[in-house]
């Protein structure tokens, strides 16, 4: 069974970091992008990463603070977040594609099913 799951999502402070990770079962993780979706609002597509590690960002707002990393070993994809704010506060997710063009537009159909993230003091 092909499955994609999420963990590290919580309640952190501002300011704060948080590790989130994307664990594939019954497959291997090719392209896989990190997305997220706040309250009332469409899903932001935030980093793009490679089998071989290339990155594409996809979110200015997350510039010099999410950083999107994997481990082949382990078929996990990684994103740390530092320097939390209370507007990085959505739903992430993850996802697997075939090709990097098909990350960056957020178009798959292997989607994890979400963890909350909230910043808040």
């Known amino acids: 069974q092909l499955q994609l799951v999420e963990s590290g999502g919580g309640l952190v402070q501002p300011g704060g970091s948080l590790r989130l990770s994307c664990a594939a079962s019954g497959f291997t993780l090719d392209y896989i992008g990190w997305f997220r979706q706040a309250p009332g609002k469409e899903r932001e597509g935030v980093s793009c990463?490679?089998?071989?590690?290339?990155?594409?960002p996809l979110a200015n707002s997350v510039k010099g603070r999410f950083t999107i990393s994997r481990d082949n070993t382990k078929n996990t994809v990684y994103l740390q977040m530092n320097s939390l704010k209370p507007e990085d506060t959505a739903v992430y997710y993850c996802?697997?594609?075939?090709?990097?063009?098909?990350?960056?537009?957020?178009?798959?159909?292997?989607w994890g099913q979400g963890t909350q993230v909230t910043v808040s003091s």
């Open positions: 990463i490679s089998r071989s590690g290339s990155i594409t």
């Open positions: 996802a697997a594609f075939n090709s990097m063009f098909a990350c960056t537009a957020g178009r798959g159909n292997y």
